[in-house]
């Protein structure tokens, strides 16, 4: 016999949970559709040369790869293995696995621009609300197979689409409760910068990836990581000295300029900037901050909760020539993702989900007999008709077992038709939570407030 069980970083949704799911999603695209953003799916696997080469080497590790049909083909064995072997040594092959699973919802959406650039209308704004799959190792706030929520503009290169995006993650954090939360901000430019000092602006992917993990390692082991990849003693203090700048805002921009000495890359990425952070007084310039995916060019975003220990519930930022990696250059692009299974954890944590989300059947009638639950289905009926939420109790049963299944899905009201009430054409509601009860006529039933 098979014991059950779920692969790790994987799990099942109850129906409690998906209630409380689906109360952070809807939230998520109401806004998105507030601000004009079009609904997308792309599908669960992509063709593995779409996604390798995007994320990083890093982030290429993490990719779920599908093996192809028919390698236990006897005539394919000893081919299957040699190509393994290559697979074993971090490389590709087409010949065992062509297709993977989607790492992120960025670059299939590039993919899907890509391929249909000359039907959309620019700028083209898209929300999506999908899974995504990441090899990586299960803890808390982090799974194997989790939902991501997008909302992407591109064709446009202007940075009302920042401020839009910054307002957007306000307005649903707003809208959840999540009151203590920080918005922070930095610019790859301003990293390209940074790997210009420090011998040239190839090496900003190596700075970027390596201060991406300096929450994680801390500031000593960035430094080991650092002189790892070949960073000298002075290109090494420069990094040093650059992640120690703090204080406000303004206080920041002052040190950065002076550390970067008017270069023309980072003074693009200081202005930018200071134009975002003077329009929205709420975001936080976050040096440190530096999203180590290889196709950010611009503006890039984080937001974390400060009353929860979970890392970050949202991010993002600007990808100006994403689309080019499918040879298709040339079209701007901007976004944001919010980590829903994060967003759950801290509103579980910080008790924020409403109670009335636990509340699916409004009403049970109860079940006496044949005869009563003809006339209680047809009552039931009506009630569906005005958009009220009901349920026949599927079998005559004694009255606390009926009781019984109302509390434990917390139901929170009972109608009872017996004999006597099909005779006066009345019922009998009870409200469980104050014990109030009451007679009511059948044809005055569907304007009763069940609340």
Request: aromatic share 10%; hydrophobic share 35%.
């Amino acid at each position: 016999m098979t014991h059950p069980s779920l692969p790790q970083g994987t799990r099942d949704f109850g129906p409690d949970v998906v209630r409380k799911r689906n109360y952070i999603l809807n939230t998520i695209k109401n806004v998105f559709e507030l601000y004009g953003f079009q609904p997308l799916e792309t599908p669960a696997m992509e063709n593995i040369e779409t996604l390798m080469g995007k994320y990083g080497e890093e982030g290429d590790k993490l990719i779920f790869r599908i093996l192809n049909n028919g390698l236990d083909n006897p005539d394919k064995q000893e081919q299957a293995k040699k190509e393994f072997e290559k697979i074993l040594h971090g490389k590709s092959s087409v010949a065992i696995t062509e297709r993977a699973l989607k790492y992120d919802l960025t670059i299939p959406f590039a993919r899907y621009v890509a391929m249909n650039h000359k039907q959309l209308s620019f700028p083209f704004k898209r929300y999506q609300v999908q899974p995504v799959w990441r090899a990586d190792r299960p803890q808390k706030g982090r799974y194997r197979e989790f939902y991501q929520c997008d909302a992407d503009v591109v064709g446009s290169n202007s940075l009302l689409n920042e401020t839009e995006l910054a307002h957007i993650y306000h307005e649903v954090f707003t809208r959840l409760g999540i009151k203590n939360y920080e918005l922070k901000i930095n610019h790859r430019k301003i990293l390209t910068a940074i790997a210009e000092l420090c011998g040239g602006a190839e090496k900003m992917n190596d700075i970027a990836i390596t201060i991406d993990k300096l929450d994680k390692i801390g500031l000593e082991k960035v430094k080991e990581e650092l002189n790892r990849k070949g960073f000298d003693q002075k290109q090494t203090a420069i990094i040093e000295h650059y992640l120690s700048i703090s204080g406000t805002n303004e206080k920041k921009l002052l040190e950065i300029k002076s550390l970067l000495n008017n270069n023309e890359t980072g003074k693009k990425g200081i202005s930018e900037i200071e134009l975002l952070t003077t329009q929205d007084s709420r975001l936080t310039i976050d040096l440190t901050l530096a999203r180590g995916l290889n196709y950010y060019t611009g503006i890039i975003f984080e937001a974390k909760a400060n009353d929860v220990k979970i890392g970050s519930i949202g991010g993002g930022g600007r990808y100006d020539d994403l689309t080019g990696l499918f040879g298709v250059p040339g079209i701007p692009g901007v976004g944001i993702s919010f980590g829903v299974d994060r967003i759950y954890d801290v509103l579980e944590e910080l008790h924020l989900f409403p109670e009335q989300l636990q509340i699916s059947t409004q009403v049970l009638f109860f079940n006496l007999g044949d005869e009563e639950s003809k006339s209680a289905f047809d009552l039931m009926q009506r009630l569906r008709q005005k958009n009220i939420r009901c349920e026949l109790y599927h079998e005559k049963a004694k009255f606390d077992k009926q009781f019984k299944y109302a509390e434990k899905k917390n139901i929170p009201f009972i109608i009872i038709i017996g004999e006597e009430e099909i005779k006066n054409k009345k019922c009998k509601i009870k409200k469980l939570s104050t014990g109030d009860q009451q007679d009511l006529p059948w044809e005055s039933l569907s304007e009763f407030s069940f609340i």
